[in-house]
């Protein structure tokens, strides 16, 4: 079974400020890694994916995750943030069993961006 | 990808009615889910949903309180029985393709009265 730990519930910001959002994995299996963005009022948007090789990867939106196999994580950075990017955020991680592998989540973090 | 339509988008009900959901995909999928997300939580597994057999329930779930129907390859429901104002939630539909990440509908917000 694997485990989800975001450690901040909500990362107030500045915008044009650099932010990271963290987020802890437990698993005793290889897993594949999620971030998940949820706006206001709407569903869960996939902002970026860690499935192999590279361990860092990026969103068209300027987000990137890096894959730490050593230290179990997969922080979210953006050097610079915007008004546009306030919603939750969910860490996600699933093992290599296919479609019929269950995503586990983290509880999420608010970030908040003012002017 | 996949792109989900989920209805109702959100409703408010009476205690002790049921509420049925329904989850349509735009292409053929194996395997369907269904997850809550109670106010400020994160998501919850409810359910695992495969065509031609009963769904898998998570811990804390039961096929009384959350029917479920799979009747083809791109369509599902979910029912929410005898709601009480603790079923408040968001319900969300999700499936996986041949990729490992998952996809959503936007979310059913239900609101018992």
């Known amino acids: 079974a694997q485990s989800v730990t975001q450690l901040d519930s909500q990362v107030p910001v500045f915008e044009e400020a650099p932010v990271e959002l963290r987020c802890n994995y437990s698993?005793?299996?290889?897993?594949?890694l999620f971030w998940y963005v949820q706006y206001p009022n709407q569903g869960l948007q996939l902002l970026l994916k860690?499935?192999?090789?590279?361990?860092l990867v990026e969103s068209i939106n300027g987000f990137e995750a890096e894959f730490n196999k050593s230290q179990t994580s997969f922080h979210l950075r953006k050097p610079s943030v915007h008004i546009s990017d306030t919603a939750e955020y969910f860490c996600?991680?699933?093992?290599?069993?296919?479609?019929?592998?269950?995503?586990?989540f983290g509880t999420g973090t608010r970030l908040q961006v003012t002017l | 990808s996949a792109v989900i339509s989920q209805k109702p988008s959100r409703d408010i009900c009476q205690r002790g009615t049921s509420l049925t959901i329904q989850c349509q995909v735009d292409?053929?999928?194996?395997?369907m889910f269904w997850y809550r997300q109670q106010p400020g939580q994160s998501l919850t597994l409810i359910a695992t949903?495969?065509?031609?057999?009963?769904?898998?329930?998570e811990s804390g779930f039961v096929i009384d309180k959350f029917p479920i129907s799979r009747p083809n390859l791109t369509f599902s429901t979910l029912t929410v029985s005898n709601m009480s104002p603790e079923d408040s939630s968001i319900y969300l539909c999700?499936?996986?393709?041949?990729?490992?990440?998952?996809?959503f509908g936007q979310g059913t917000r239900l609101t018992v009265v």
């Open positions: 999700s499936v996986r393709t041949e990729s490992p990440e998952a996809f």
């Open positions: 698993s005793s299996v290889s897993v594949y």
């Open positions: 860690y499935l192999s090789g590279s361990t």
């Open positions: 996600a991680v699933s093992d290599h069993t296919g479609t019929a592998s269950k995503l586990t």
């Open positions: 292409s053929q999928v194996t395997m």
């Open positions: 949903a495969n065509q031609g057999s009963e769904a898998t329930y």
